[in-house]
């Protein structure tokens, strides 16, 4: 039977999953998605999990010991599962009856336990997403026994290329799987998956890029047409600035798709960069809401004109400014930049701020030493290279003489760059601001 009422999807982040107590709120939210309204959930691994398993898995692929913080992982998730399901049977292995089958607690555990064991050299990216996905398959199998949802496993419905780390989906396959087999589903009941997760045509589990939950909460809502997608987060909306970094913050009630877009590209990382698109394309509004406060408005992000915003501020650290010089003092050419930008494409860093004068050209990129090293050593016998580490982007959107003036008093500014609404410099890092 087809429900005539239209799709909600809800994505709940790391912070909104930290414990019991807030596993516990979400399900109250939940529990204010009025009746018969079909809702699919998707879930990020809880809290610092993530972290926690790239340094796990890297500990693991370099053949060191790793199994102090894999027995912490596994503590934690069983005192959050016992918290949440306290009448559940025990394991002979001491794991509360959670979940059914390969998504069963125990046997999530396991089959990570068995991965990191046999972790093979090289093939570092590939392998890193086999370990790190465990931490949304964990998430989801608590979460999903303890608001008693159907738990659905993303990985073989959002199919994507082999860019391990970076999936690049399959949208026709993607769409067709998500229809075949999720629709159903929603007619039954609450399901409730995983996000940054994807898989191969031949099985392999990908990830979509760190923070990516929220851009399959994006996929999903394109792919099955829902009428919403609500992210909920520890701030009251999208703010014109971390209030983390910056003071006197302002929430903005509704802003465009393209607004959107350009904050979270200039790095504002409370929303995925490639969240927008699909929700843009099919005119899907975005909402972004407090756990803390889900009767509070939030955020409507949506295809709307406004009038002028509050400055956007917004900071990136761990960057890198890289500057190259012909050898031969000749200008920077159509030819030169033809190769730089070939690299920086193939070692995969991507470019931030870009600025060039007569015989010099300066990137600023995340700092990513081992990138770096390899572009350094295709670049360096045609160009004089450059680099400063442990700096700085900011971007000011929108911006007003006094929000310069604010962020640039006391700094040495590195690089500086203006356009009629974004003005952008690179400044060393600085413990004080
Ligand atoms: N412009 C902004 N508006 C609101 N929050 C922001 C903004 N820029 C950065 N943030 C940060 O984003 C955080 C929420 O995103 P994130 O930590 O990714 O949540 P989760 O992992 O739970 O989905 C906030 O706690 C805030 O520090
Ligand atoms: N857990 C993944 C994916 C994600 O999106 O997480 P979060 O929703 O907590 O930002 C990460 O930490 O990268």
């Known amino acids: ?38 809702l699919l959930v998707v879930v990020s691994a809880m809290g610092k999990t993530t972290n926690a398993l790239e340094h796990i898995f890297h500990l693991a692929h370099s053949g060191e010991d790793y199994s102090a913080p894999l027995a912490e992982l596994r503590r934690f998730h069983l005192e ?18 959670c979940g059914e089958g390969s998504g069963a607690l125990h046997h999530l555990l396991q089959e990570l336990g068995d991965r990191l064991a046999t972790l093979t050299k090289g093939e570092y990216d590939r392998q890193y997403d086999q370990v790190v996905s465990f931490g949304e398959l964990l998430a989801t199998c608590v979460v999903a026994a303890a608001v ?34 999720v629709l159903p589903m929603l007619q039954r009941g609450v399901v409730l998956t ?24 994006a996929i999903l809502a394109y792919c099955l047409g829902a009428e919403s997608v609500t992210i909920w987060k520890d701030v009251a909306g999208l703010l014109n600035a971390d209030p983390k970094i910056f003071p006197d913050t ?69 960057q890198c400014l890289i500057s190259f010089e012909s050898k031969d003092l000749t200008f920077i050419s159509e030819e030169n930049l033809e190769v730089i930008f070939g690299t920086l494409a193939q070692v995969r860093l991507k470019i931030n701020l870009m600025q060039n004068s007569a015989i010099s ?24 290279i450059y680099y400063n580490t442990g700096l700085e982007l900011y971007t000011i959107k929108n911006y007003t003489p006094e929000a310069i003036s604010q962020l640039t008093q006391g700094r040495e500014l590195l690089l500086e760059q203006r356009t009629r609404q974004t003005f952008q410099f690179v400044a060393r890092a600085s413990a004080d601001k």
């Open 194 to 217: 995983q996000g940054f997760l994807g898989g191969t045509a031949s099985g392999q589990t990908t990830t979509l890029g760190r923070e990516g939950s929220d851009y399959t909460a």
């Open 80 to 97: 959050v599962a016992q918290a949440l399901l306290p009448d559940a049977q025990l394991n002979p292995d001491g794991v509360p009856a």
């Open 250 to 318: 302002v929430r903005y009630p509704e802003i465009s798709y393209q607004e959107t877009i350009e904050m979270a590209y200039y790095g504002a990382s409370v929303i995925h960069p490639k969240t927008i698109k699909p929700l843009a394309v099919r005119r899907i509004p975005l909402y972004v809401k407090s756990f803390v406060d889900p009767a509070a408005e939030g955020t409507k992000i949506h295809d709307c004109k406004h009038g002028l915003l509050a400055p956007a501020l917004i900071r990136k650290t761990d």
């Open 361 to 384: 050209f300066s990137v600023c990129t995340d700092w990513h030493e081992y990138r770096l090293r390899k572009l350094l050593e295709q670049l360096r016998e045609q160009f004089t």
């Open 1 to 38: 039977m087809q429900s005539s009422h239209p799709l909600r999807v809800y994505k709940f982040g790391g912070a909104s999953v930290k414990d019991a107590a807030a596993i516990k709120n979400l399900q109250h939210i939940l529990g204010q998605n009025p009746d018969g309204q079909p």
């Open 148 to 181: 008693g949802a159907q738990w659905l496993d993303v990985r073989p419905l959002i199919r994507t290329d082999h860019s391990w780390r970076e999936g690049r989906v399959d949208w026709a396959t993607t769409e067709r799987n998500l229809r075949e087999q």
